[in-house]
């Protein structure tokens, strides 16, 4: 053998050896809902096949992150049977996004069949229903209930200031363009939309609406009950697709606007915290799965620089579609490693169909030329972009009601940034004088209320009846505002 083939299997040699050294600490998976019903037609409804699209994801994320067989294999996660102390997943309440995650947690940790089995006290074997079936709880995002029966894209984010800087794009030149020079195209499609959309509803102002109709419509109807399908040929769907996409990231991002974002932002604050944790932890938390829709992505897209990298990170991603941060070492050892050992890794997968791990794309964040950043490079570029708790996103928002009215005060927001509530001058804030207001009126009743007892010796029920009020009146406090999604 010669020596420079020698050196060269050497070099080949030592290169396997220094992938197969890399090791995934951790991993948190932002995941799009599957196929649903049109948006068109509230509420809206699952599909059969979104529960195959989630499925199947959920079956891939197994086989990369669980599986003993993948040189992606979360350092220490259990293979077969869950432990929750070490896999999270949430979602909003909204059929389409909730259930959908129940799918893909079906595919991520499948039924265990016969090891689920118990032997009781007095000999009496159970068997645990459907095969072993295995039950991984969905905590509830708080915001984004009911998002997939909404067409608006921040109809959910509760977001004062969010909200007004999306519905600025509809005066901008460019958005008013478009309103005009493509007016004949939307008129154009009556005859197909004209059970769900009136003549002055076919125009840009609803692009996505109409795009997403149509596209429900070719994928579950039938060309019987499609009338004038010939109207859209392809060439239109996809032109009707791109202003789709151009509608909703202006609607998701702007470079000069970024509270736009405000999705992208607290999403950002989620993963920061969570990948810190698994590594504060020691590697106790491995896995945090986060269902949502596409306002998340787009958003996160834009500030995360990666519609720079790539014009189609500007596009809706398709139904199903994942992304994901990983926390990955080339340390050798067992133990969590010094965090300047540490890196983050951003990988992305467009749509259904994956299929081995060369299908989920890694991509450079934050403008960077390597796709993967030392952590201290990854927390100081999130950071920049992220809101991490509740006091940041009522600032960010100029909210100073509902879940900021503790935040909020006199100094923490300009009157001229702020929401209903908040200060109008050097006096007192309504929200502040409505709770002293209360409080006055609360004072009087019990006043007269304990007079009255005194008076006519009134009593109100038994002590048993008002201890057991008491004991089920427990107030469990909702989770500070996530993720955004629509």
């Not at 053998?1 to 991993?27: H, K, Y």
């Not at 950043?373 to 600032?395: H, M, N, R, Y």
Request: charged letters at 15%; glycine letters at 10%.
């Amino acid at each position: 053998m010669s020596p420079l083939m020698t050196l060269t299997i050497v070099a080949f040699l030592l290169l396997a050896d220094l992938n197969n050294a890399e090791r995934v600490l951790g991993a948190y998976v932002f995941q799009r809902h599957g196929d649903r019903t049109a948006k068109a037609w509230p509420p809206t409804k699952l599909t059969g096949l979104r529960y195959s699209q989630e499925y199947m994801t959920g079956t891939f994320f197994h086989d990369r992150y669980i599986s003993a067989n993948s040189s992606y294999q979360i350092d220490g996660i259990s293979t077969d049977i869950v432990n929750l102390a070490q896999v999270t997943a949430s979602a909003p309440q909204d059929n389409v996004i909730d259930n959908s995650g129940e799918g893909f947690l079906q595919g991520l940790y499948p039924p265990i069949g016969s090891i689920s089995m118990e032997t009781l006290r007095n000999g009496s074997i159970i068997e645990v229903p459907l095969n072993g079936y295995q039950l991984i709880p969905l905590s509830d995002v708080q915001s984004g209930s009911g998002s997939e029966d909404n067409t608006w894209l921040q109809s959910t984010s509760s977001c004062s200031k969010a909200q007004v800087s999306s519905s600025d794009y509809s005066n901008s030149k460019s958005y008013e363009s478009l309103l005009l020079t493509t007016r004949g195209l939307y008129q154009s499609l009556e005859p197909l939309v004209n059970e769900t959309f009136s003549p002055s509803e076919l125009s840009y102002k609803n692009a996505y609406t109409i795009w997403d109709l149509l596209h429900v419509a070719l994928i579950h109807n039938s060309t019987a009950n499609f009338p004038s399908s010939t109207i859209l040929t392809d060439s239109v769907m996809q032109e009707l697709l791109v202003l789709a996409n151009q509608h909703e990231f202006n609607l998701a991002y702007n470079t000069s606007d970024p509270i736009r974002a405000i999705a992208g932002m607290t999403l950002a604050g989620e993963v920061l915290t969570a990948l810190n944790e698994t590594i504060t932890s020691g590697g106790k938390s491995k896995l945090n799965i986060q269902f949502g829709a596409y306002a998340s992505f787009l958003s996160y897209f834009g500030l995360a620089e990666l519609s720079n990298v790539n014009v189609n990170f500007t596009g809706i991603p398709d139904y199903a579609s994942s992304m994901a941060w990983e926390l990955v070492t080339d340390d050798e050892g067992t133990e969590i490693p010094a965090t300047s050992d540490i890196r983050v890794r951003f990988v992305f997968h467009n749509g259904t169909g994956i299929e081995g791990s060369t299908q989920l794309q890694a991509y450079a964040l934050f403008g960077q030329s390597t796709v993967e950043l030392p952590w201290a490079q990854f927390v100081d570029g999130t950071k920049k972009i992220a809101i991490q708790s509740q006091e940041e996103w009522c600032k960010a928002c100029g909210n100073s009601t509902g879940i900021c009215a503790s935040s909020s005060g006199a100094g923490d927001i300009s009157p001229s940034n702020s929401s209903a509530g908040c200060p109008s001058g050097g006096g007192m804030s309504l929200g502040v004088a409505g709770v002293i207001g209360a409080l006055v009126a609360l004072g009087v009743l019990v006043g007269l209320l304990i007079l009255s007892m005194m008076v006519f010796g009134l009593r109100f029920g038994p002590k048993s009846a008002l201890a057991g009020i008491h004991r089920g009146s427990d107030v469990s406090t909702a989770s500070v505002m996530k993720t955004t999604v629509v």
